[in-house]
């Protein structure tokens, strides 16, 4: 039985663009209900720092799925902004779990974690499973470490319907400047209508990354609440592909037909950056009959467009 009333928290945002229609698309007739701190029209108004106003918004939608993306999801804003990063990212989870608790106890919530939990588990190498140790290394990972264990232990201890989705790195059209792939689009779309000079800007290069699709990662939401795996199950969402950040940024050149400089800087690089994080996705095959199906090609290229798009705008 599919859910008939589907709560999308931080529905202003990235992969909300592309989760709500994919929710429409799969479930038709489901009412999907989009929750963000920003107004927008047709999203209700919700900030998850508020406790009232995530139970008072549960209680009168009685949601029977939640999908919680609401996060300050960028590393550098996290670092920034710490006290709003553990506010949003790990006390506005448990005012949502609480608020299910209250009002919708047999509500499915499939919280959206990260891969960057894992940090320093990296350094052995390998690609990571669902039983790595989380071993954040910033305060992003750390304030979503926080909350996936604390949603696990709610689960244990009082029956929380929730599943938690571990996502390594994702993109997409949409997606801001303050993530890596769309941060390099931006600046060769400028560099190709004369908007900057011809010098891209970067942090780390040699780094190697686990990369998806949005639209991939979106569709693994999707089989959650479609086939539910079992509660308290904890899901990566990775390809498994070890992407060199270098080889994306000269990939991005060669399909704009773009010549420029590479130049590091300095507010750039992370100080805690391993050199190379990549996933295992086998449970997520096995319980949803996920993988990734968008070719990285197709991704670079979407994004390439989008932020031609934009940066043609920028000139009106």
């Known amino acids: 039985m599919w859910p008939h009333r589907i709560l999308v928290t931080g529905a202003g945002g990235f992969v909300a663009s592309h989760l709500i229609p994919a929710l429409h698309g799969a479930f038709p007739g489901t009412q999907v209900v989009g929750a963000g701190h920003q107004p927008r029209p047709g999203l209700h108004p919700l900030d998850v720092t508020d406790p009232q106003s995530v139970s008072a918004l549960v209680e009168r939608l009685r949601p029977d799925a939640c999908v919680h993306l609401a996060a300050i999801a960028a590393i550098a804003a996290a670092r920034e902004t710490p006290r709003l990063a553990w506010s949003v990212n790990l006390q506005g989870t448990l005012a949502l779990a609480e608020a299910i608790f209250a009002h919708a106890p047999e509500c499915l919530l499939v919280y959206v974690s990260s891969a960057d939990i894992y940090g320093a588990s990296f350094r052995c190498g390998r690609p990571l499973d669902e039983d790595a140790a989380p071993a954040p290394l910033n305060t992003y990972g750390a304030t979503k470490a926080a909350a996936d264990l604390a949603l696990g232990a709610l689960s244990a201890e009082r029956q929380l319907r929730v599943v938690r989705v ?64 079992e509660a308290g199950t904890v899901l990566n969402l990775a390809s498994g592909v ?36 990549l996933g295992h996705a086998n449970r997520a095959r096995m319980l949803l009959g996920w993988e990734p199906r968008i070719p990285w090609s197709q991704t670079l290229d979407d994004v390439l467009e989008d932020w031609h798009g934009r940066v043609r705008a920028e000139r009106v």
Do not use: M, W
């Open 166 to 229: 571990r996502p390594f790195n994702h993109t997409g059209p949409g997606q801001s400047a303050d993530f890596v792939v769309p941060a390099f689009a931006r600046q060769v779309a400028r560099i190709a209508v004369g908007l900057q000079e011809p010098v891209i800007h970067t942090g780390a290069l040699d780094p190697q990354r686990d990369f998806l699709d949005v639209r991939d990662v979106c569709q693994a939401y999707v089989a959650c609440l479609r086939t539910p795996p």
């Open 242 to 277: 070890p992407r060199r950040v270098g080889d994306i940024l000269a990939d991005l050149l060669d399909r704009s037909g773009v010549k420029a400089l590479v130049r590091p800087v300095s507010h750039l690089l992370r100080p805690s950056d391993i050199p190379v994080g």
